[in-house]
């Protein structure tokens, strides 16, 4: 499985059709890999709460469409981070905008959505502002050598609470994806709960983060990709930076079966 995690640096002044523009060149650009992914809010801002609203849109909106299309004219599936979805409210106290992943088949079909479970600021900032998603999601992503890899969805905050990884792994997953946009302060967090993920699970970790400084905040960059016993494969530094990574898809399934740590789990 050939992945390529786009570690995108942007500030606060890029518009966000030029910043569309600029990544979907980039997507294009990893023709050849099987699996692409961007960082979390990439359009919206990660940390750039007063521009939310404004910027939210419709999962077929004009940043998806671009991503669909850059999907298709690279053949390549891509999860393109995520955006602030604007939508009808589950309820009536909702409001109606969530932070939601989206996932693109190589045929530029949008075959999988997550919105984000956790949202992080402790009652401000996305608690605040966005509601919570509620369903896991695992996608199977076909691979150039045959067949296809469950990949868990998943997002930033999401990373601090390993029960739902868990939930993941139960659900078939080998593969987690996590798209965030991790400030530079707790970056120490960031690699080694990515680390921790791998391990408890037995499961590949790839993990897209944000390079540069928006809104007051910079961001911690250091994308990794981990595989199941917990060795890091490639990691990043503070810029943008892609990492391009052949994973070998049978390590997973053989690890768990020379070290069968999960099938000792008592507690649901």
């Not at 699996?35 to 077929?60: H, Q």
Request: charged share 25%; hydrophobic share 45%; with cysteine.
């Amino acid at each position: 499985m050939k992945v390529a995690l786009i570690q995108l640096a942007y500030g606060d002044d890029e518009s966000v059709a030029d910043r569309t523009a600029r990544v979907a060149a980039l997507v294009r650009a990893q023709a050849g890999h099987d699996l692409v992914v961007l960082p979390e809010l990439w359009p919206a801002g990660g940390f750039d709460y007063t521009a939310w609203d404004a910027r939210a849109e419709p999962v077929d909106g004009p940043v998806a469409r671009a991503l669909a299309d850059a999907a298709r004219d690279a053949r390549v599936t891509l999860h393109g981070g995520s955006i602030v979805e604007r939508g009808a409210p589950v309820d009536a106290d909702g409001r109606g905008l969530w932070n939601t992943s989206l996932v693109f088949s190589p045929e530029g079909e949008l075959v999988a959505t997550y919105r984000k479970i956790h949202r992080f600021g402790f009652g401000e900032g996305e608690p605040s502002l966005m509601d919570a998603g509620e369903d896991l999601v695992v996608v199977d992503v076909p691979v150039a050598s045959g067949g296809s890899v469950p990949v868990g969805l998943s997002t930033c905050y999401d990373l601090r609470f390993p029960e739902l990884y868990r939930r993941l792994l139960d659900r078939g997953a080998e593969v987690f994806v996590i798209p965030a946009a991790w400030p530079r302060k707790r970056v120490a967090h960031w690699t080694l709960l990515g680390q921790a993920r791998a391990v408890e699970d037995q499961c590949v970790v790839l993990q897209c983060n944000t390079a540069g400084t928006h809104a007051r905040h910079e961001m911690g960059g250091h994308s990794q990709v981990v595989d199941a016993t917990g060795k890091v494969l490639a990691a990043a530094g503070l810029d943008e930076e892609v990492l391009s990574i052949d994973i070998d898809t049978a390590a997973t399934p053989e690890w768990r079966r020379t070290f069968p740590v999960l099938a000792d789990r008592r507690l649901p």
